[in-house]
């Protein structure tokens, strides 16, 4: 959110011309009582966008909200559900559209 505020002057931009939104500690954000503001944000957003969603911890009871705002959800688990792990390294592979799913197969049986 305050990227997009930031990037304009602090203008709200047309929201339909958005097709990735973060929501890093999403959780925090809910549980801060954000969760009008990120629903109206997200409603006036075009439906085709991705949304990724990041969370150290990401309780049971986030589920219901974040199934509202994701389309068919992946989710990745590292350690516990509501437990921070203490080991967690993040990558940026940027790839073509159809190498994405390959990609995530690959990565996905390396970490079993």
Known sequence: ???VLAANSGRVTNLHRITYIVL???DRMF?????PQ???IIGNMRPDK????FSATFPRQMEALARKILNQ?????VGGRSVV???VEQTVVVLEEHQKFLKLLELLGRFQ
């Open 24 to 26: 890093d500690e999403a």
């Open 73 to 77: 959800p992946i989710e990745v688990q």
């Open 1 to 3: 959110m305050i990227d």
């Open 50 to 53: 991705q949304t990724v969603m």
């Open 38 to 40: 990120v629903m109206r």
């Open 31 to 35: 549980d801060m009582g954000f969760e």
């Open 85 to 87: 792990c203490k080991e």
